[in-house]
């Protein structure tokens, strides 16, 4: 069986029906998300109902069955899952992250073997080549410790990032990524962290294991078989997801101080929060500052899928700064539920409180790589070399 052969008959659709299954998805999320919090990973209920939905194919090549949306409605869809619960958002977009990239760069083999009957494939992943693949006989003997395998504990394995030894003798591959079945990946229960704890990233080892090479990716000299242009530059499309879930849970935030805002009275006051003026200017100030993040960022995503077709000047310049604004827009969200925080007042701070769960998930989520001050150099150093 090849890839081609495996195209399903709802590859392409809309963006209106992929946002009404996220809809029909949202009651499960948010009754869950506290146990889900509690387990250090998604409850399974809510992984199979991701599942069911197909939602972990949203970016996948649709040579395999996947539903490869643009950038922007990516965004959107993410976002609407975040309002739920940041940590499934989380875990929706590393999955399908890593869905995406064993769809585009594994051999035919591999996909048939992944990609066949039953549940979309996932795999917890990270970017960082911190294994070391020695190569053997029909395929790589595999060795490493990995961190932040968001998902890691309902995926069917993990991508091991590795460096290959003896990388310079031959016309081999210098960097790979190897998938390895769950069965041969030992799970550190170290993800003992203040927010996101549902994402269950927990670290990962892989002792000595031999990945063939229908389950090898190669990184460098990257080698993409199926997705065209979008699947070549996966990893350019990665700042946008951290913006999508900084953006949903800064809109719960700001629709939770408001509900809370009309029923609390402070201490001997005999008006509600909602009825002082100082809480009406700062909750339109926040919802004014939230609408620019919210259409800068869907300008961004727009201005990417845009340029893809492009030179492929335009695309890094594009891809550059969306990744500059996508931080932005973490560090923007980030100060907009602590404000929220604090207009609630010390109810928020109790366990329980959507607001407490909310600033230890966005504090958790801006410590990300992709959105760090790295992307702002990286912007600059690019408008440096372009000024006339």
């Keep these: 069986m090849t890839a081609g052969m495996q195209i399903t008959g709802d590859s392409i659709i809309g963006r209106a029906e992929l946002l009404a299954r996220v809809a029909s998805l949202t009651p499960l999320i948010e009754e869950t998300a506290a146990r889900s919090e509690a387990l250090g990973t998604l409850v399974p209920e809510v992984v199979v109902a991701l599942h069911q939905a197909k939602l972990f194919g949203l970016w996948s090549a649709r040579e395999v069955g996947g539903y490869d949306i643009d950038l922007a409605d990516q965004l959107e869809i993410l976002m609407v899952v975040a309002q739920a619960d940041m940590s499934t958002c989380w875990s929706l977009m590393i999955g399908a992250s890593s869905s995406a990239a064993m769809a585009a760069r594994l051999p035919d083999e591999g996909i048939s073997q992944l990609f066949g009957d039953g ?5 917890a992943s990270s970017l960082n080549p911190s ?3 020695q190569r053997t006989t029909g395929g790589y003997r595999v060795s490493g410790r990995w961190g932040f395998g968001s998902g890691i504990q309902h995926a069917n394995g993990a991508m091991a990032n590795c460096l290959v030894e003896d990388a310079n003798v031959g016309d081999g591959p210098q960097q790979i990524a190897a998938f390895v079945p769950l069965d041969k990946v030992q799970i550190l229960n170290d993800w003992k962290v203040s927010g996101l704890r549902g994402s269950g990233s927990n670290s990962y080892i892989v002792d000595d ?3 063939p090479d229908c389950f090898i990716a190669v990184i460098r000299p990257l080698t993409v078989y199926r997705g ?3 699947a070549a530059v996966l990893h350019l499309r990665l700042p ?5 879930v900084a953006l949903g849970g800064t809109r719960r935030a700001l629709d939770e101080v408001t509900l809370q805002a009309i029923g609390k009275r402070r201490l001997t ?3 509600t929060v909602a009825d002082s003026q100082l809480f009406q200017v700062e909750l339109g100030r926040m919802e004014s500052q939230y609408a620019g993040l919210i259409a800068g960022t869907r300008a961004a995503a727009a201005a990417f899928d845009a340029a893809l077709p492009g030179p492929e000047a335009r695309l890094a310049d594009a891809a550059a700064s969306m990744r500059a604004f996508s931080t932005h827009v973490t560090e923007a969200c980030q100060a907009i539920v602590n404000r929220c925080l604090r207009q609630a007042g010390a109810g928020a701070i109790m366990p329980g409180n959507p607001l407490e769960r909310l600033q230890r998930d966005m504090t958790v989520a801006a410590q990300h790589y992709m959105i760090g001050d790295s992307a702002y150099e990286a912007l600059g150093r690019l408008r440096l070399v372009i000024a006339p």
């Design 119 to 123: 549940p979309w494939p996932t795999a």
């Design 131 to 133: 294994g070391r693949a």
């Design 209 to 211: 294991a031999f990945v």
């Design 228 to 230: 065209g242009g979008r």
């Design 240 to 244: 946008i997801e951290h913006a999508a």
């Design 269 to 271: 006051e005999t008006r």
